[in-house]
T-cell receptor, first 117, second 112 residues
Framework: DAGITQSPRHKVTETGTPVTLRCHQT?????MYWYRQDPGHGLRLIHY???????DKGEVSDGYSVSRSKTEDFLLTLESATSSQTSVYFC????????????????FGQGTRLTVV | QQQVKQSPQSLIVQKGGISIINCAYE??????FPWYQQFPGKGPALLIA?????SEKKEGRFTISFNKSAKQFSLHIMDSQPGDSATYFC???????????FGQGTRLTINP
């Protein structure tokens, strides 16, 4: 599982409240990602990080912010949660293999199920 | 804008049958096409991957077929088993870009 831990695993929150999800990795990977998974949409990239304090937006970044103050931790914040942000959130890291053509493989955490009521 | 389109959304196959999931992509710069398998309550995990310099890659009962001119690729699961029941995602990336674009996912059910 590439040493990825997400917390919390489940959360119910009220509309309008801020929520922070945490991703912790133990293997010192440079690249970290936050995805959301919704039926019919697959996995969509929210934000990603390519180093400490280096982050960039993905395809569905509106309403979300991220921070990475340490290599091992990548935080996703919903600034003011809305019902449309009810989803399963996955953190991932990527490894690039130097042999076999330099393929990049993503390793995912177990996910956080967030419900906004 | 969905750069990778996956079909069908759901698929039911009898045990021992062949499961086929299709994906189409738009960006001709993509040069790496992995498939991920996800069981309920778990994160996706890499199943098999292909590069466009080959038309087919086989690993056990799982085969990727790749058609570069049509910009399509597919996953075939031979002799499908109930343990193959999962959600499957195709994906695409550009080597070195460190970002994967995923398809919408296919929920596969293998009936015993």
């Amino acid at each position: 599982d590439a040493g990825i831990t997400q917390s919390p695993r489940h959360k119910v929150t009220e509309t309008g409240t801020p929520v922070t999800l945490r991703c912790h990795q133990t293997e010192n990977h440079r690249y970290m990602y936050w995805y959301r998974q919704d039926p019919g949409h697959g996995l969509r990239l929210i934000h990603y990080s390519y180093g400490v304090k280096d982050t960039d937006k993905g395809e569905v970044s509106d309403g979300y912010s991220v921070s990475r103050s340490k290599t091992e931790d990548f935080l996703l914040t919903l600034e003011s949660a809305t019902s449309s942000q009810t989803s399963v959130y996955f953190c991932a890291i990527s490894k690039t293999y130097l042999t076999g053509g330099g393929n990049t493989e993503a390793f995912f955490g177990q996910g956080t199920r967030l419900t906004v009521v | 804008q969905q750069q990778v389109k996956q079909s069908p959304q759901s698929l039911i196959v009898q045990k021992g049958g062949i499961s086929i999931i299709n994906c189409a992509y738009e960006n001709t710069a993509f040069d790496y096409f992995p498939w991920y398998q996800q069981f309920p309550g778990k994160g996706p995990a890499l199943l098999i991957a292909i590069r466009p310099d080959v038309s087919e890659k086989k690993e056990g009962r799982f085969t990727i077929s790749f058609n570069k001119s049509a910009k399509q690729f597919s996953l075939h699961i031979m002799d499908s088993q109930p343990g193959d029941s999962a959600t499957y995602f195709c994906a695409a990336s550009i080597q070195g870009a460190q970002k994967l674009v995923f398809g919408q996912g296919t929920r596969l059910t293998i009936n015993p």
